[in-house]
Each structure stands twice: as structure tokens, then as C-alpha cells.
T-cell receptor
Framework: NAGVMQNPRHLVRRRGQEARLRCSPM?????VYWYRQLPEEGLKFMVY????????ESGMPKERFSAEFPKEGPSILRIQQVVRGDSAAYFC????????????FGAGSRLTVL | ELKVEQNPLFLSMQEGKNYTIYCNYS?????LYWYRQDPGKSLESLFV?????AVKQEGRLMASLDTKARLSTLHITAAVHDLSATYFC????????????FGGGTRVLVKP
């Protein structure tokens, strides 16, 4: 079991470009969560998805950010027109179900906006 | 809304001594987690505490939960250099699924 796979691990974008971050959950996990970690801070919840459904997006900025978890393929966090303040580590986690006790985190994708 | 606060934010430890990290949360949390993060790496799950009075131990680390005081502690016994990392606690409301609310982290540096 390869665990939660995220790519790319590092991404550099210039202001105004788009960033796409991918997350493949652990085998058998159908629930995906995205968190953002700013330097020297804790993780902040962004969005919770199941296959083809957004369950909770209360932590997502209203503009420029979107997430999806299609029937086939990885979950994608998309940031349009990136700004310097978007520079952060974006972590994906997965679980078997909503009632599962433990989330397994991926290694993260570190976005740098120049 | 659940809020989680850790202290201290930074802890410089001497090898061989004992230390405690505190995690306070603002409202009833159905579960309390402790994670470890090494620089530039992901989060490693250490403990999940589910009920009042729960105590779990793994090696030099021991975590406990007091739901009445809304407090969890992570106790480090006889610190060693390998324990240098950032430790996070996180709470979770059952109604929110597995949406975790993290504390700000405690950065631990163990010096010889």
C-alpha cells in the first residue's frame, strides 16, 4: 500500500498562473481532506470530499480555489491566478469513512509563488 | 466552533529530562489526536484519544485526555535527540466527520 500520494511535491508558479495539486488516497479510502500549512503554523482545514461530492468546503477561500474528487482519478486542488500569499504546503489526507479514527496524510505539495 | 491551543510554542529540552506539552480546546471534542512532523515532511500519527481519562503510551511518549478540563497532555520521558520535531494536537467533532482542527504546534529541540 503506497499510502496517500501527492504530486507534485514542489511547485513553483509566478503570480497570476494556475496551480494544480493532485492527491491519490490510500487504497480503499473514499474520503479526502485538503489542509494548508503556512510557514511556522499549524494546518488549516480547507475542504472535505468524497467521490464526486464536496461534503464540506468551509475552509476554502471563496475565490480562485476549487477542489474535485472525480469518480476516476485523483483529487485535485486547483488555485487560479496565484498570489504570493498562496505560498504554503498543501497536505492531503484520506480515511476509510467519516467515522474512521485516523487520517493518513500525504507528504504534501509545497507551492512557491514568485 | 472548535478552537485548539497548544503551549508552549517552542520547547528546548535537555537529553534525559522530562517535559510536557499542553493542548487546550474550546468545546467538546469527540476525539483528540497527536501528530509529529519533521521539517519538510508529512504528519505522522502518534495517538488518538477517544474518551475521558484515556492514556496511551508509545516509547518515551505518553498522551492523556481530560475531557472535563478540555485538556490533553503529551509527556516526554527522558528526552533524546530523535524526538526533535514539531508536535501538533488536533481535535475533531463527530458532527464534522473527520475535519480536524489543529493547534499551532510545539516545536521541540532536544539538545545533548
Amino acid at each position: 500500500n503506497a499510502g496517500v500520494m501527492q504530486n507534485p511535491r514542489h511547485l513553483v508558479r509566478r503570480r497570476g498562473q494556475e496551480a494544480r495539486l493532485r492527491c491519490s488516497p490510500m487504497k480503499g479510502h473514499s474520503h479526502v481532506y485538503w489542509y494548508r500549512q503556512l510557514p511556522e503554523e499549524g494546518l488549516k482545514f480547507m475542504v472535505y470530499l468524497q467521490k464526486e461530492n464536496i461534503i464540506d468546503e468551509s475552509g476554502m477561500p471563496k475565490e480562485r480555489f476549487s477542489a474535485e474528487f472525480p469518480k476516476e482519478g485523483p483529487s485535485i486542488l486547483r488555485i487560479q491566478q496565484v498570489v504570493r500569499g498562496d505560498s504554503a504546503a498543501y497536505f492531503c489526507a484520506s480515511s476509510e469513512g467519516a467515522g474512521a479514527n485516523v487520517l493518513t496524510f500525504g507528504a504534501g505539495s509545497r507551492l512557491t509563488v514568485l | 466552533e472548535l478552537k485548539v491551543e497548544q503551549n508552549p510554542l517552542f520547547l528546548s529540552m535537555q537529553e534525559g529530562k522530562n517535559y510536557t506539552i499542553y493542548c487546550n480546546y474550546s468545546t467538546t471534542s469527540d476525539r483528540l489526536y497527536w501528530y509529529r512532523q519533521d521539517p519538510g515532511k508529512s504528519l505522522e500519527s502518534l495517538f488518538v484519544l477517544l474518551s475521558n481519562g484515556a492514556v496511551k503510551q508509545e516509547g518515551r511518549l505518553m498522551a492523556s485526555l481530560d475531557t472535563k478540563a478540555r485538556l490533553s497532555t503529551l509527556h516526554i520521558t527522558a528526552a533524546v535527540h530523535d524526538l526533535s520535531a514539531t508536535y501538533f494536537c488536533a481535535g475533531c467533532l463527530k458532527a464534522a466527520g473527520n475535519k480536524l482542527t489543529f493547534g499551532g504546534g510545539t516545536r521541540v529541540l532536544v539538545k545533548p
